[in-house]
């Protein structure tokens, strides 16, 4: 059976000038970049491409209210994302997108909502927070448990103290540093001290595979059903649109089906290692 090609503009960047820049850790930064006005909804993706270099997918980090700009943060990991963290005012980037699906906040509408990210994982579930906050009367209590390596892989500080007027934050680090007065451990550790109730919650985790497996293995046991559960997932995602096969998860594609999956969906794979 022949495979529908996909639309060309799909497969070409278009030229996005960089707005800004901001140092987030020692290893990522946020950067700003010109909107070509095409609507996206928090949990999305866009192939970012380094001219000369290469492109990546990387999560949509900015605030959904904002259509001048897109928001990107980016983890240096690697050639392309390294270039990508290199950039600088003025300078030019390629984007396409935005691909996958999206976070359950229409589902979420009335119910606690439980926000649990891991390291660089806070990336995705920004725009989710922003969404929470603005619209903070249609959800019940909130929550934001938040875990990092050190306190100086903490991602957005200063959203971090903002949100605490609105919503309940909790964060941790697995090694304190000299003056860090917080939480130390996983993220799995703050989760007793979380307030929701587990009959009328939505969750929404992002993070490290291990530290997904984890945290869903501890709001199962809360009593969490696993159908009130989402994950956003990011395997070696190439080309975006579904050819390529290099995410394929199952008889998924992370880059198709997702990122954002129901994680009954897929708990199971997640417990089989890539080759």
Request: a positive charge; one cysteine or more.
């Amino acid at each position: 059976m022949a495979v529908a090609e996909p639309e060309t503009g799909l497969l070409t960047p278009r030229p996005a000038r960089v707005l800004g820049w901001r140092r987030e850790t020692r290893e990522s930064a946020t950067i700003w970049l010109e909107s070509g006005g095409e609507p996206w909804l928090p949990g999305q993706f866009n192939m970012l491409y380094a001219f000369g270099v290469g492109e990546v997918p990387i999560s949509i980090s900015g605030d959904p209210g904002r259509h001048d700009r897109l928001t990107h943060t980016v983890r240096s990991v690697g050639m392309v994302t390294a270039a990508l963290c290199r950039l600088r005012r003025g300078q030019w980037a390629g984007v396409r997108g935005p691909f996958g699906s999206s976070w359950p906040l229409a589902e979420a509408r009335g119910r606690d909502v439980l926000v649990v990210a891991g390291g660089v994982g806070l990336a995705p579930l920004r725009p989710v927070i922003y969404e929470l906050v603005r619209h903070r009367r249609d959800f019940g209590r909130v929550t934001l448990l938040y875990g990092a390596r050190t306190p100086h892989d903490l991602l957005f500080r200063t959203d971090l103290e903002r949100w605490r007027s609105r919503i309940d934050v909790l964060v941790t680090v697995d090694a304190a540093a000299r003056g860090w007065a917080g939480d130390v451990g996983v993220v799995g550790s703050l989760l007793p001290r979380a307030a929701f109730d587990p009959a009328r919650t939505v969750a929404m985790v992002c993070g490290p595979e291990v530290m997904m497996r984890f945290a869903l293995a501890d709001l199962w046991r809360l009593g969490l059903p696993e159908q009130a559960t989402w994950i956003s997932m990011e395997r070696n995602m190439h080309c975006a649109v579904g050819l390529c096969g290099h995410c394929q998860f199952g008889p998924a594609f992370v880059c198709r089906d997702g990122p954002v999956f129901r994680a009954d969906a897929v708990a199971s794979m997640m417990r089989l290692r890539e080759v």
